[in-house]
C-alpha cells in the first residue's frame, strides 16, 4: 500500500469507529445530528471538494457528484446513517480499485525491472558508475556479473551466461562470447564483460521496450471508448431523471390534492443516483485490458494498446510470412550447381551480400567465414523479394532468385532440388547458383495447430520464396492455402484483397519477422512481429511484438486477449443486471439505500476482482 491508500484506510477506520460509537451511545438529538457530521467530513470531504470543484470547472457529472448529492441529499433528509454509510462503502471501494490498479501495475513493472539504473565507465583504472543516458555509442562498458546490462552492444572482451528472461518471458540462459549482441534488459549472470555500445539509452531495447508498455493504455479498445462515451451521456440523464423523479410526482400530488410525501421522493431519487453511479464500469473496463496487457507482456508477448488486444480475440485469418516466421531464419548452404568455380562463386555472393541483413545474407556469409574487403563493392541495391546488385571491382554483380536473373535479363540455369536458389552472376555473365536452405522452428507445426482449434479459422503462408519450398513448408505445418514468389508489394495485394472480402467483425491478422514486412504489418487489422527482439523496424512497425522466436506466443496471445475479452462484456452484463434490476426495484419504492450501496460499491468490488483474475492468467 502507498500512503495515500494508507491514509484513506485510516481515514475509513476512524470514522467507522466513531460512527460505530455514535450508535451505540444511540445519539439521536438535534446536537447529536451535528455530531453525525464530524465522521462524515472526515469520510467524505474529498468528494465533496471534488464534485464542488466539478462544478466550478463546468464538467460536474462525475462520480464525485453523483455521490456529493446523494449523501448531502440524505442529510437534509436527517437519514445520516444513509449518508455516512454511502460515503464510507464509496470510499473502501475506491480504496479496494486503487490497490487493484496498483496491483496490475505491479505486475507491468516487474517487467519494468529491466530499467537499467548506471553503467560501469572505465576511467584512470577505477570504475565509475555514470546514467546510462549520457552514455554515447561507441563507448566500451563494463557489466559485472549480477549486473543489469545498460545498453545495448557488442561484447568486445569477456563470455557469460545472460538471463534475458525480463525481455523475453523465458527463462532460459543464453551463453554468450565474444562479437555476440548483448541487449540492455538482460542480466549478465557469471562474468565480467566489456561491452562497446551500439546504441545510445533511448534507442537501446530496455527503454523502446519500456515506452511501448507505458504508452500501451493510450491507445483505448472500443469497449473503453464506448463506455467514456456512455458515462458522458448516461450520467446527465441519471442525474435529471432522480432531480424528475423529486419533484415531478410530488407536484402531481400538490396539483391533485393526494399526499405530497416530498421526502419519500427525494429518498427515492437519492437512492435511484447512488444505484445508477456508472463506476463499476468505468473503472473494471480499463483495469481488465490493463492486467490483460501486464499479463501478456510478463510472457514476453508486447501488446501496444487495448485496441490491439481487443482486436486479437477476434482474429479468425491469420497470414504468416515464411522465412524467420515459421522457419528459423538461418539459412545453410546445401550445393552448388553449375559452377567453374565454387570457391569463386561463394566469395562473390558473399561480397554482394555484405551489406543486406535478410537471412539469406547472413547464412551466405556465415558459410563464406572470410573477412570481406569493403573497398571491392560500391553501388550496393537491395531489391526486395528478388536479391542484390552492386559493383564488385567496377563490375555488376547480381545476387538473387529468378526474378532478379529475369530482370537483368541473364540466361541462367532452373534447379530442381528443394531449396532458396540463389544465383550469382558477374558482367551478365551467368556462374551458377547456390541451393541454400532454412529448418523450421520447432514448434511451428504445434502452434498452427492450436491456432486452429483456438478459432482461427483460415491460415494463410505468404512468401517470396520459390514454389516447392513453399509447398514443402506449408505440407510439413498443415498450412492449406499457401502463396509463393510473392513480391513485398504481392504480399500487400493479398492482404488487401482478403480484408476486403471478410466480414467486418472477422479479424485479420499479419505475421512478419517485421525487417522487411513492414508495410504488411501495418495494413493487417493486427500486425505481429515474430522474433522481433533488438531489431527496430520491427518494434515500431507491428502493433503486437513476440519476443522471443516462438510462434506459440501466438497463441498465447490470443488465449489471454479473449479471456479479457470475456472478463469485460461478464462484468458489463452483471454491471448492467444488477443496475437495471436495483433501478427498477427502487422505482416502485423497494429499494433503500443499503440496496443501493450493493449496487455500487458492490458491483464495483465484484467487477474489480473479477478483472485481476486476468493477472493471474501467467500462472496457466
Ligand atoms: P520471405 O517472404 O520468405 O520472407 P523475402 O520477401 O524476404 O522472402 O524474399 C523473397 C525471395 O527473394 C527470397 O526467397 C530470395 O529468393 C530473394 N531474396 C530476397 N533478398 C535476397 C538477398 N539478400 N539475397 C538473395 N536473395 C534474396
Ligand atoms: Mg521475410
Redesign the pocket.
Known sequence: MNKKQKKMLTRIILSAVLFSIMKLLKIESVLGSVIYLIPYFLIGYDVLIGAFKGLIAKVPFDENFLMAIATVGAIFLSDFNEAIAVMLFYQIGELFQSYAIGKSRKSITALMDIRPDYANIEQNGAFIKVDPYEVEVGTIITILPGEKVPLDGIIVEGRSVLDIAALTGESVPKEIDVADEVLSGSVNISGLLKVQTTKEFEQSTASRILNLVENASNLKSKSENFISRFARVYTPIVVYSALALASVIPLINLLTNSPVELSKWIYRALTFLVISCPCALVISIPLSFFAGIGAASSQGILIKGSNYLETLAKVKMLML????TLTKGVFAVNAIHHSEDDDNLVMLAAYG?YY?N?P??RGILEHYGKEIDEGRISEVK?I?????VCRYQGKQLA???EKLMQQLMIDYQSCQSVG?I?HVSLENEYLGHLVISDVLKENTAAAIEQLKIIGVKEIYM????NEKVAKDVAERVKIENYHYQ?L?DDKLEIIKRIIKEKAENQKLAFVGDGI?DAPALSIADVGIAMGALGTDAAIEAADVVLMDDDLLKLVKAIKISKTTLGIVYQNIIFAITVKVGSLILGAFGHADMWLAIFADVGVMVIAVLNAMRIMFLKNS
Open positions: 510470412d515464411k522465412t524467420g551480400e543486406s535478410h539469406i545474407a537491395e526486395a523479394g528478388k536479391g542484390i545476387v538473387g532468385n532458396t540463389v505468404l512468401t517470396g520464396d510473392l513485398p522487411n
